[in-house]
């Protein structure tokens, strides 16, 4: 079983759709949680943190289930800017050592 | 501005040739990470370093060397040994960490090929 795991999409949404994406991850000891947004052969960027109680910026809204050892990530008014590679991102333990999801594609369409 | 710098944008290696990738930062982060990445592939970690003079092995270590002399800078040498160097190099940093693990910050990327 992969440490992080995504669906790899593609998502096709039209504008101003809501659209949700899901990450599962193997170890429970996990700590610390991220999104990133990757656009086509660019690196990655930070989108935001993703903390227990959940967190919104603007219409982005993370969420953390540690039961379930998932994180979700809900974009509201999909722009068509809001298309690119969302990767889920959790770290393990100390070392600042990050484990990256595969990613998940978003294609908004007019 | 303050980032992350990455040099040369594309880089191509001759068989039996070692190519070195430039990372500069001016964050003033404690730690740096080389990581690569392949069409289709999640990010894998090629080596790590949380302090000056010391670094770890990544993942995928084999084929690559480091160093880290400045806080400022970590250089990649991709060498010989590497049979498969076509990828996209990725460099990171992050602050110290504190309560919790912090996000990392990357470079634009080298594109690395095979002639």
């Known amino acids: 079983r992969k440490e992080v795991e995504q669906d790899p999409g593609p998502f096709n949404v039209p504008e101003g759709a809501t659209v949700a994406f899901n990450c599962t991850y193997s170890n429970s000891a996990s700590q610390s949680f991220f999104w990133y947004r990757q656009d086509c052969r660019k690196e990655p960027k930070l989108l935001m943190s993703?903390?227990?109680s959940g967190n919104e910026d603007g219409r982005f809204t993370a969420q953390l289930n540690r039961a379930s050892q998932y994180i979700s990530l809900l974009i509201r008014d999909s722009k068509l800017s809001d298309s690119a590679t969302y990767l889920c991102v959790v770290a393990f333990g100390g070392g600042n050592k990050l484990t990256f999801g595969t990613g998940t594609q978003l294609k908004v369409e007019l | 501005d303050g980032g992350i710098t990455q040099s040369p944008k594309y880089l191509f290696r001759k068989e039996g040739q070692n190519v070195t990738l430039s990372c500069e930062q001016n964050?003033?982060?404690?730690?740096m990470y080389w990581y690569r990445q392949d069409p289709g592939q999640g990010l894998r970690l090629i080596y790590y370093?949380?302090?000056?003079?010391?670094?770890q092995k990544g993942d995928i270590a084999e084929g690559y060397s480091v160093s880290r002399e400045k806080k400022e800078s970590f250089p990649l040498t991709v060498t010989s040994a590497q049979k498969n160097p076509t990828a996209f190099y990725l460099c990171?940093?992050?602050?110290?960490?504190?309560?919790?693990?912090?996000?990392?910050?990357f470079g634009d990327g080298t594109r690395l090929s095979i002639l």
């Open positions: 370093s949380q302090i000056v003079n010391d670094f």
């Open positions: 964050l003033n982060h404690d730690a």
């Open positions: 990171a940093s992050s602050g110290r960490q504190g309560r919790g693990n912090q996000p990392q910050h």
């Open positions: 993703v903390y227990s």
